[in-house]
């Protein structure tokens, strides 16, 4: 190691940036200007990166936190494919920069994800013959094992130190079986997945999602949570209004950033609509608890409609 420690403590949270304008897809023949991976810095040990939709629609969001002695990457995308999405290639860059201003006799990086639906796991087998690298797979066992949930899932709040920068970290499933959420003390960000996200909530578990809300906001009133970040963008910046599921161009949407006061607003959407199976649209967010066969069928119409207007677009 090194006596260059990093404080992660003392000036938490530490104030960082979000004065960004995400990249959003370009019109289809402007498609290859778009860079294949967006990457903003929050701060200097916090990087937010964004995949493009010229090579899928889903364009998530992507975390990487340094901390003393090892990285988390949180995520992977929606390809596979290197040349197609070179996260890899995008992430040693990262670190190689960051080790250039903070040197380390030897340094390592953990792939986890928020939770396991391809979308967010496609690129894992770029990191397969990393050295120095753990991937966490997608499956509920392996998560629970990895960060020690053990027999508490998903009830235990449980840590992953990444030298002198400790997340929290919650089990939050009900979107999917494996999900987690994240708080990160040095920035004071709650990284929420697909659970909170501005756009399309799918609750496909009503009583687990209603019930990882209820520690979310518990969990937020306790601690200074400075945003909410999920892993995608799909409102616009009308309040109720989504992009069709399949957009590859969304010029006015949202701010990716959420409050903890969300949380309690999504958190009440959610108790109300237990046992009430179907869609619930608010400012920032559509609720689907439980979707039924024809709430999916109008989705779907409403993207194949989307998808048929584009032909036409110049």
Request: negative net charge; glycine residues 6%; charged residues 25%.
């Amino acid at each position: 190691m090194t006596d260059n420690l990093i404080d992660f403590v003392s000036a938490a949270p530490m104030k960082g940036s979000l004065d960004v304008r995400w990249n959003h897809g370009t019109p289809s023949k402007q498609r290859d200007r778009e860079p294949k991976i967006q990457v903003h810095a929050y701060d200097e040990h916090t990087m937010i990166l964004r995949q493009s939709k010229a090579t899928s629609y889903e364009a998530p969001f992507l975390f990487l936190l340094f901390g003393n002695e090892r990285a988390l990457l949180l995520d992977t995308g929606a390809v596979a494919d290197s040349d197609l999405f070179p996260l890899r290639a995008t992430v040693d860059k990262l670190i190689a920069e960051w080790l250039d201003a903070h040197p380390r006799e030897a340094y390592e990086l953990v792939v986890a994800h928020s939770h396991g639906h391809g979308d967010h796991v496609a690129a894992d087998v770029q990191f397969a013959d990393r050295p120095h690298t753990t991937v966490v797979p997608r499956e509920v066992d392996a998560v629970r094992s990895f960060f020690g949930f053990g027999d508490s899932w998903p009830a235990q709040t449980v840590t992953l130190d990444l030298g002198g920068r400790v997340l929290e970290i919650l089990g939050s499933p009900g979107h999917h079986p494996a999900a987690i959420t994240i708080y990160d003390p040095w920035t004071g960000i709650l990284l929420t997945g697909d659970t909170v996200l501005p756009g399309r909530l799918y609750a496909f578990d009503a009583a687990a999602y209603l019930a990882a809300l209820d520690r979310m906001v518990t969990f937020a009133a306790a601690r200074p949570v400075t945003h909410v970040l999920g892993c995608h963008i799909e409102m616009t910046n009308q309040p109720g209004r989504d992009y069709p599921l399949g957009a590859d161009y969304q010029p006015d949407e949202r701010a990716l950033q959420l409050t903890a006061g969300h949380l309690t607003t999504i958190r009440d959407a959610a108790a109300s609509a237990v046992g009430r199976p179907g869609v619930r649209r608010f400012d920032d967010f559509v609720l689907y608890t439980e979707p039924r066969k024809r709430d999916l069928l109008k989705l779907l119409a409403r993207a194949r409609a989307y998808k048929l207007a584009a032909m036409f677009r110049p």
